[in-house]
């Protein structure tokens, strides 16, 4: 199964186990996606600030701003499907959470942080998985149908609202 290398910086609060909350979410993911579940995959998971993720959103995507998550796929999807389960580890790709805008939407949604963190590091999965709900309506509703099954078996409601719990 994928594992994670998690970095959790100020300002994340202490309260939480952020580094459990992230490889339970990978736990539910990897039967909906099993092209996850292979041993020599890595991921890192960056819980940081709106500053850093900002930096990061401006130098690679050229968007002036802070988002919640952002994913950086290093393998592409056919690859991925079709890598052995032997040989040597492969960085499936990065994630970095910002802190400000989760806390924010979460609040906004009225949605425990922790659940709102889970269904974003879901979702970033699934894009460095090389699924984009971008391309079209119909990828959308498939990314979007992986990410209720994944948080539903965490006991956490639809994020969207409109599929049911």
Same mark, same amino acid.
């Given at each position: 199964?994928?594992?994670?290398?998690?970095?959790? #910086?100020?300002?994340?609060?202490?309260? *939480?186990?952020?580094?459990?909350?992230?490889?339970?979410?990978?736990?539910?993911?990897?039967?909906?996606?099993?092209e996850l579940d292979n041993p020599r995959?890595?991921?890192?998971?960056?819980?940081?600030?709106?500053? #850093?993720?900002? !930096?990061?959103?401006? #130098?690679?995507?050229?968007?002036?701003?802070?988002?919640?998550?952002?994913?950086?796929?290093? *393998?592409?999807?056919?690859?991925?499907?079709?890598?052995?389960?032997?040989?040597?580890?492969?960085?499936?790709?990065?994630?970095?959470?910002?802190?400000?805008?989760?806390?924010?939407?979460?609040?906004?949604?009225? !949605?425990?942080?922790?659940?709102?963190?889970?269904?974003?590091?879901?979702?970033?999965?699934?894009?460095?998985?090389?699924?984009?709900? #971008?391309?079209?309506?119909?990828?959308?509703a498939a990314m979007e149908a992986l990410?209720?099954?994944?948080?539903?078996?965490?006991?956490?409601?639809?994020?969207?609202?409109?599929?049911?719990?």
């Amino acid at each position: 199964m994928l594992s994670l290398d998690i970095d959790i #910086e100020t300002p994340w609060p202490g309260d *939480i186990d952020w580094a459990d909350l992230a490889e339970a979410a990978v736990e539910a993911l990897v039967d909906l996606a099993p092209e996850l579940d292979n041993p020599r995959l890595t991921a890192s998971v960056l819980f940081t600030s709106d500053a #850093e993720v900002h !930096v990061l959103n401006r #130098e690679w995507r050229a968007k002036d701003k802070p988002t919640n998550v952002l994913s950086f796929p290093m *393998i592409a999807r056919e690859d991925l499907i079709a890598m052995p389960r032997e040989g040597a580890p492969e960085l499936l790709g990065d994630l970095a959470l910002a802190f400000e805008t989760c806390a924010r939407e979460a609040a906004d949604k009225g !949605v425990p942080l922790n659940h709102h963190a889970t269904h974003l590091i879901v979702h970033g999965l699934l894009h460095l998985a090389g699924h984009d709900h #971008e391309i079209s309506s119909a990828d959308a509703a498939a990314m979007e149908a992986l990410e209720i099954k994944a948080l539903a078996k965490l006991g956490i409601a639809d994020p969207y609202g409109d599929h049911g719990d």
